[in-house]
């Protein structure tokens, strides 16, 4: 296998090489795109890591009959034995899952799903999301935490940099959040830009940045709320408003309106982001 990877490397298709393929033997899913019987049952989704030398991939998916804790549409991670390939699954009472099931987004609004990476080279690592069998229902967003970073993976991927070796459980976070084809406000469109003193909204290095400053609670008290929309007034993204500095990475060559309310506070202002 490790001489496989070395002539692969060498000849430049070591993109295209899947750590391992995982199948659920009872919904017949995979790991690896393109193997499910009929794309029109489940809401999935495959989240990919990917480094200098191979990639793995993790299946979240959604369904009438799943349940939220461990059943047969689970399946255990299988770790990898070479330190060079990325790997990227999530948990189910502190056990790691390659694929994982949950009932249906049917009437919810929003979930969330912690991901779990391990690293075991210091290498970039791309994280991205195969959307071809999830509903467009819902905005699909990796949340960075130690970075404060948000990104819409129907958009883009995110390139990270491993903070330590090993296994990092608390560092990111898949938002679902239903757009239901949400427009802001006409009136928002409309009424001139405002900003407060203890909020900054600009664009630097290709990333639209909100600075909160630390006032009515700490970093980790939810204030209120951060929305982005298109100049045609769709939503981008929402997320909790906190203190600190929370970083977006859009697509470049766009102006955003980013709204930013905090108790009564409202600041809007429309940011280009190059």
């Not at 899952?97 to 991901?115: R, T």
């Not at 509903?135 to 993976?153: I, P, S």
């Not at 390139?159 to 239903?178: N, Q, S």
């Not at 630390?214 to 007034?233: Q, R, V, W």
Request: net charge negative; aromatic share 10%.
């Amino acid at each position: 296998m490790l001489l496989l990877i070395f002539l692969l490397t060498i000849w430049g298709l070591a993109d295209n090489i899947h750590s391992q393929n995982q199948v659920n033997e009872i919904t017949d899913v995979s790991t690896a795109s393109g193997s499910l019987k009929s794309s029109t049952i489940y809401d999935l989704i495959r989240l990919k890591i990917q480094n200098t030398y191979l990639y793995d991939v993790a299946v979240i998916y959604y369904y009438d009959d799943f349940s939220d804790g461990y059943g047969p549409e689970d399946s255990d991670k299988m770790f990898n034995s070479s330190e060079k390939i990325p790997e990227i699954f999530t948990l189910i009472d502190n056990s790691p899952m390659a694929i994982n099931g949950f009932s249906s987004l049917e009437g919810k609004n929003y979930v969330s799903v912690p991901i779990s990476v391990r690293n075991r080279v210091e290498d970039d690592c791309i994280i991205s999301a195969d959307l071809s069998d999830f509903t467009e229902e819902f905005d699909v967003v990796l949340e960075d935490k130690f970075k404060k970073r948000y990104v819409n993976l129907r958009i883009t991927s995110y390139t990270y940099t491993p903070l330590e070796l090993g296994i990092e459980h608390e560092r990111f976070v898949l938002h679902l959040t239903r757009n239901s084809g949400a427009k802001v406000p006409t009136g928002i469109l409309e009424n001139s830009e405002t900003e407060e003193n203890n909020i900054q909204i600009y664009s630097a290095d290709k990333t639209l940045k909100v600075k909160i400053d630390n006032f009515m609670g700490g970093e980790t008290t939810a204030l209120g709320k951060i929305d982005i929309y298109s100049l045609n007034g769709q939503v981008i993204t929402s997320m909790p408003a906190t203190a600190g500095l929370h970083q977006f990475e859009l697509a470049s060559g766009h102006i955003y309106i980013v709204r930013v309310a905090l108790g009564n506070q409202l600041t809007m202002k429309k940011v280009a982001v190059r």
